[in-house]
């Protein structure tokens, strides 16, 4: 029988535990040797800046031919109304007509059809550009932030950046909008709505595939800032419907914190759930 | 609708409105004399809790809707205009459907003065 020392048991016992460690350690890189080249992850590009780093705002771009950066109110009037009503000889998709009717039929009774609004749901573009709220605006050469004081409506046009991805863009009720300079105008393209609890009209929908293009243009000596707006939606209404609006810029404003309180829709009828024609 | 909704009053006050105003009867006005019961200065209304005596003597409670603050300020409004237990009179547009209440078109203080919210004339 033979005996071992205990530093010899020591010496291989440590042997073992020092073989098995280099062997755990290893193991990752003797996998990734073995594997594929094609399973290599590529090293993730850097985010873009965004709008507003100041090393993107500072890269050399033309000047903006003009600055919207105030507040403005949109000026009601008999030549900019605050509806997006339907023109003359309009023609709606099945789907949209049902809408309509109903909505046609609720207000011949004096009630309130699908006032998603009145419910805290997001008055979304078009609408909410003509509330009767100002809209604080804040430009940069990467981006206009527009501030409407309506519920705080957040819409960002941002001018560094084509459309995102479809794949990837998250949706809203204000859309995605990017802007491009046009000559003395500025041109804001809008896609990727949410098409639910969402109007363009009383009773007209906007639905997910409303495409909003508006031709903005700063005049009266930058008193009155006009915008053109040409929207399609296929699955709402046939061809593309026009309109101009114009807001004043007020001077004399600022824009309060503005929210929507359940408490508040409680104490009125029009905007208990129960009272709306849903 | 939105036919009305954020309607111009008659006098060309704008209605802040953040609703449809369809439940609002328009061609109609009343006029009633209570206690305020609450006066809320918020966004995106203001609005007053009027407690008014019915025919049968029964306390109903108004519940009247106003602009926002933004507007009632250049119409002289503060909060402190109205207080709770002033005893005035308020005439609304009312509700179509008899809720007690309506849309605001103006009030009479305790000390005479008649408040609106139409934003006083520049001279």
């Given at each position: 029988?033979?005996?071992?020392?205990?530093?010899?048991?020591?010496?291989?016992?440590?042997?073992?535990?020092?073989?098995?460690?280099?062997?755990?350690?290893?193991?990752?890189?003797?996998?990734?040797?073995?594997?594929?080249?094609?399973q290599?992850?590529?090293?993730?590009?850097?985010?873009?800046?965004?709008?507003?780093?100041?090393?993107?705002r500072?890269?050399?771009?033309?000047?903006?031919?003009?600055?919207?950066?105030?507040?403005?109110?949109?000026?009601?009037?008999?030549?900019?109304?605050?509806?997006?009503?339907?023109?003359?000889?309009?023609?709606?998709?099945?789907?949209?007509?049902?809408?309509?009717?109903?909505?046609?039929?609720?207000?011949?009774?004096g009630?309130?059809?699908?006032?998603?609004?009145?419910?805290?749901?997001?008055?979304?573009?078009?609408?909410?550009?003509?509330?009767?709220?100002?809209?604080?605006?804040?430009?940069?050469?990467?981006?206009?932030?527009?501030?409407?004081?309506?519920?705080?409506?957040?819409?960002?046009?941002?001018?560094?950046?084509?459309?995102?991805?479809?794949?990837?863009?998250?949706?809203?009720?204000?859309?995605?909008?990017?802007?491009?300079w046009?000559?003395?105008?500025?041109?804001?393209?809008t896609?990727?709505?949410?098409?639910?609890?969402?109007?363009?009209?009383?009773?007209?929908?906007?639905?997910?595939?409303?495409?909003?293009?508006?031709?903005?243009?700063?005049?009266?000596?930058?008193?009155?800032?006009?915008?053109?707006?040409?929207?399609?939606?296929?699955?709402?209404?046939?061809?593309?419907?026009?309109?101009?609006?114009?807001?004043?810029?007020?001077?004399?404003?600022?824009?309060?914190?503005?929210?929507?309180?359940?408490?508040?829709?409680?104490?009125?009828p029009?905007?208990?759930?129960?009272?709306?024609?849903? | 609708?939105?036919?009305?909704?954020?309607?111009?009053?008659?006098?060309?006050?704008?209605?802040?409105?953040?609703?449809?105003?369809?439940?609002?009867?328009?061609?109609?006005?009343?006029?009633?004399?209570?206690?305020?019961?609450?006066?809320?200065?918020?966004?995106?209304?203001?609005?007053?809790?009027?407690?008014v005596?019915?025919?049968?003597?029964?306390?109903?409670?108004?519940?009247?809707?106003?602009?926002?603050?933004?507007?009632?300020?250049?119409?002289?409004?503060?909060?402190?205009?109205?207080?709770?237990g002033?005893?005035?009179?308020?005439?609304?547009?009312?509700?179509?459907?008899?809720?007690?209440?309506?849309?605001?078109?103006?009030?009479?203080?305790p000390?005479?003065?008649?408040?609106?919210?139409?934003?006083?004339?520049?001279?």
């Amino acid at each position: 029988m033979t005996h071992r020392s205990p530093n010899r048991r020591l010496r291989t016992a440590l042997t073992l535990v020092l073989t098995v460690g280099c062997l755990a350690a290893a193991g990752p890189a003797l996998r990734a040797q073995n594997a594929p080249a094609a399973q290599a992850s590529p090293a993730p590009a850097a985010p873009p800046l965004g709008a507003l780093a100041p090393a993107n705002r500072a890269k050399p771009r033309p000047p903006a031919p003009f600055d919207v950066t105030g507040v403005w109110l949109h000026a009601n009037s008999a030549t900019s109304n605050f509806r997006f009503a339907p023109p003359d000889g309009f023609k709606l998709t099945p789907q949209a007509q049902v809408h309509y009717d109903a909505a046609r039929k609720a207000q011949a009774e004096g009630n309130v059809y699908r006032d998603d609004i009145g419910q805290c749901w997001p008055a979304g573009l078009p609408l909410i550009m003509t509330r009767v709220w100002p809209i604080a605006m804040m430009q940069y050469p990467t981006a206009i932030y527009m501030v409407s004081e309506f519920m705080n409506s957040l819409r960002v046009v941002y001018l560094d950046r084509p459309h995102s991805d479809p794949d990837v863009v998250v949706r809203s009720h204000n859309g995605e909008s990017i802007g491009r300079w046009e000559g003395d105008t500025l041109v804001i393209d809008t896609q990727f709505f949410i098409g639910h609890h969402h109007w363009i009209d009383s009773g007209i929908p906007a639905s997910d595939a409303m495409h909003v293009v508006e031709r903005v243009r700063m005049v009266n000596e930058g008193r009155t800032l006009e915008i053109a707006y040409t929207i399609s939606d296929p699955k709402t209404f046939e061809g593309e419907w026009k309109w101009t609006k114009r807001w004043n810029r007020v001077d004399d404003r600022d824009i309060a914190e503005v929210s929507c309180y359940p408490d508040l829709n409680d104490h009125m009828p029009s905007t208990r759930s129960k009272e709306n024609v849903r | 609708m939105y036919t009305v909704l954020l309607a111009v009053v008659a006098a060309g006050t704008p209605v802040a409105a953040h609703h449809s105003a369809a439940g609002i009867d328009r061609t109609q006005s009343k006029t009633v004399t209570g206690m305020v019961k609450e006066f809320r200065w918020g966004n995106p209304h203001a609005w007053i809790d009027l407690d008014v005596a019915n025919d049968k003597g029964v306390v109903e409670t108004w519940s009247i809707e106003m602009t926002s603050p933004t507007f009632l300020l250049r119409a002289g409004w503060k909060s402190s205009t109205l207080k709770s237990g002033d005893k005035v009179t308020a005439t609304v547009r009312p509700f179509r459907d008899g809720t007690p209440g309506g849309l605001f078109v103006s009030v009479t203080l305790p000390d005479g003065r008649v408040m609106t919210e139409r934003a006083a004339a520049t001279p």
